[in-house]
């Protein structure tokens, strides 16, 4: 029998023969996945049967450790106050939350941000976004680390620093349907940040990201429903905030800002982001998306104690930007 085979019996042997992965079986078969010990056809199996009934947290943990484990980080690389997984890519609005992240950073709060370009033409994705902000995008965990020093500020593509995720990643056009791997990225936090920021798109999986950053224990994980899939708060609608802190989980409420929606943008051009922040035009929808994510951020890293007080403060920095 192939080496890898006795997963997938784990997981296809029936209503009630198979079961989840053990998180140690998780990071045994992804570590085999990304050292390609298993084939194609393989892959696709064990890809596609936990598809079927969603990643439990403990595959999630498990395949965030194997992935882990393959990361190379240069020595003396500094940790940053805060990691931000960018994978979904805008398509109604556009990528308001990297004004957030600015903020953070030109108030002393360094932000590592990576993610994907993906492969849908109907989205704008981060990486085509940052150079209208004059953010530039690393391309090593060494360049990231310069950028950081710079402006407090980096973003690092998932192909130079987790190829094999990137490839797995791929396979959605092949197969037809998104995979464990698309959360496994999010969750990365490969400079092991005290803060690790979630987007998701599919309510639910906010408890597989709660309870895998437990079992990883992680020092604070902020994850919630974003618009279009990103860490954005959409400040036209009610979001619950699910953070954990080590072994602890909670869950809390937050309120929109906004008491109408607005009308939604025609195209997406980045440099309206770019005219905003410099205060040539104004933008309703932008400016209560950029502070409901910050003051989001500010509340999981504890810097306020109520939404309240974290909406002042994200307003006092936005209007001193």
Avoid at 133 to 155: G, I, K, R, T, W
Avoid at 157 to 183: C, E, N, W, Y
Avoid at 201 to 211: A, K, L, N, V, W
Avoid at 221 to 240: R, S
Wanted: glycine letters at 8%; charged letters at 20%; aromatic letters at 8%.
């Amino acid at each position: 029998m192939h080496p890898f085979a006795p997963f997938i019996q784990i997981l296809g042997k029936g209503r009630h023969g198979s079961r989840s992965l053990t998180q140690d079986e998780a990071r045994m078969s992804m570590g085999m996945i990304l050292d390609d010990a298993a084939t194609p056809e393989q892959i696709g199996a064990f890809l596609m049967l936990i598809r079927i009934r969603e990643e439990t947290p403990e595959e999630a943990a498990g395949f965030v450790q194997a992935v882990r484990e393959r990361i190379t980080l240069p020595e003396g690389i500094s940790t940053p106050t805060i990691d931000w997984g960018s994978y979904a890519g805008k398509r109604r609005h556009l990528p308001w939350f990297l004004l957030a992240a600015r903020l953070l950073a030109n108030n002393g709060l360094p932000v590592f941000m990576h993610g994907d370009t993906g492969e849908s033409a109907d989205r704008l994705y981060t990486q085509n976004a940052l150079a209208a902000l004059d953010m530039p995008v690393a391309q090593s965990f060494s360049e990231a680390q310069e950028h950081l020093a710079a402006s407090q500020f980096a973003y690092l593509p998932l192909t130079a620093f987790a190829p094999g995720i990137k490839r797995l990643m791929q396979l959605r056009d092949l197969l037809g349907l998104r995979s464990p791997v698309h959360s496994v990225a999010r969750m990365l936090n490969p400079l092991s940040a005290p803060l690790s920021v979630h987007g998701i798109f599919h309510r639910g999986y906010e408890h597989i990201h709660q309870r895998a950053a437990c079992l990883l224990n992680e020092p604070s994980v902020l994850v919630f429903k974003g618009e279009g899939g990103e860490a954005e708060i959409n400040p036209e609608m009610a979001t619950e905030l699910f953070i954990s802190r080590a072994q602890a989980g909670e869950q809390n409420p937050w309120q929109p800002l906004l008491e109408r929606r607005q009308i939604k943008p025609e195209q997406l051009d980045p440099a309206h982001l770019r005219a905003v922040w410099h205060g040539k035009c104004n933008d309703s929808y932008g400016e209560a998306a950029v502070i409901s994510t910050l003051a989001a951020v500010l509340s999981a890293l504890g810097r306020v104690g109520s939404q309240e007080d974290a909406i002042a403060l994200a307003k006092t920095w936005w209007d001193a930007r």
